[in-house]
């Protein structure tokens, strides 16, 4: 049975930084191309960055540079740095996980969310 199963989040101070973490289990890792999306309140769930097990990353175009997602594959984990927060990055963030994934296609494989609020 795979398992996404994320952690790091939290309430953090405008301008403040958090590494999320996903951690997988159940699946190759290194076969899965691993991403993040976020749905905040009232909103749609959004794509905003994957890697490949090679380390090869793609963001979405409305991925600010602030962004980061990273890999260990020998952890099983993917990970999210995410700086300069602001408090319209408050949202659940999701791990998500499969063989083919595009910003529009994620894969079958979903963590339960982790809450990101920010706020003074």
């Known amino acids: 049975q795979v398992q996404l199963v994320e952690s790091g989040g939290g309430l953090v101070q405008p301008g403040g930084s958090l590494r999320l973490s996903c951690v997988a289990s159940?699946?190759?890792?290194?076969?899965?191309?691993m991403a993040w999306y976020r749905q905040a309140p009232g909103k749609e769930r959004v794509f905003l960055a994957m890697i490949n097990g090679g380390g090869f990353v793609h963001y979405s175009d409305s991925v600010e540079d602030r962004f980061t997602i990273s890999r260990d594959n020998s952890k099983a984990t993917a990970y999210l740095q995410i700086d300069s927060l602001s408090p319209e990055d408050t949202a659940v963030y999701y791990c998500?996980?499969?063989?083919?994934?595009?910003?529009?296609?994620?894969?079958?494989?979903w963590g339960q969310g982790t809450q990101v609020t920010v706020s003074s």
């Open positions: 159940g699946l190759a890792f290194i076969d899965h191309i």
């Open positions: 998500n996980g499969g063989l083919n994934i595009d910003g529009r296609n994620p894969g079958p494989y």
